[in-house]
């Protein structure tokens, strides 16, 4: 597999300032962005002042942007108030994905239970995802469902069972490999069951880590550069050509250099979470880069 046309980076990422967001997309020739948190503040929490410099900025240089990562349905899913403020934000999300061109927005499938009662829940979840297909009803953009570890679908397998629920095209699957490293229980290869999921991803984010014994309280794995930890990027990238896949990916780096508390990168916004990394994006690029060659 070559290097994709379509790969990019995620803001936040690199930093907290547009500027420093500019020169790293023009230092590695991106075609654009994927927005998160921006200015020290999270997605969801952009002013219209915030969105319209964004705007500005993404046309002046002829960014793509790539999506629009919303923290929608990452809440309890037997708290009605707080699903109702997330529709809601679903909503003035896809009126930003529409006004800045994006093609998707990420959402999530509420905090994560015991394994065991996951079959049970799937339909639930698929109902209040049904609800953001019908307020989006009308619209090209792609609802884009994350597997993500601190959510009840973490793994390829459990995003299969959910998908075949949803089995309207609008719904696509945002695949990260590495989140599936963080999911407490099953313990299973960050790549397992990729087949029965690959027809269904709209977007492919790449970070990597490796599983660790946790502290009580904390995470089962820390985060690495990518291509040195556990994902097995090189193999897995080959897997994503054979299965035909033709989108966007995403650096989602998480790792520092200098580093900064495991927790605080699994919480995206503020200049906290930028602090180092452009340093650490910058390495993770030149890592692909020698996985995947160019042209």
Partial sequence: MKFPADFTVISDEVSQDLPDVVRFVKEFGLPGIELRSMFGR?????????????????????WKIYGCASPVFKCDLDDAPAIRAHVEQFKRSLAVAHDLGAGLVRVFTFLRRSSAEHPALLARIAGHLEELRAAAAGSSVVIGVENEAS???????????LFRLLPDRQFGLVWDPCNVLYVPEPRVDAVADFAAVADRVAHIHVKDAVRTAPKPGGLPAIAAPVGLGEVGWRRHLAAVAQAGYRGAFSLET?????QIAE????????????????????????????LLPAG
């Fill in 42 to 62: 999270a997605f969801k929490d952009l002013t219209a002042a915030d969105l319209a410099e964004i705007k500005r900025t993404a046309q002046g240089e002829g």
């Fill in 151 to 161: 959510c009840i679908v973490g793994t390829a397998a459990e995003s299969a069972a």
């Fill in 254 to 258: 998480h790792w520092r250099v200098v």
């Fill in 263 to 290: 927790a605080d990168l699994h919480l995206p916004a503020g200049y906290g979470f930028s602090r180092g990394g452009e340093e650490a994006s910058r390495t993770c690029f030149h890592n692909l880069r020698e």
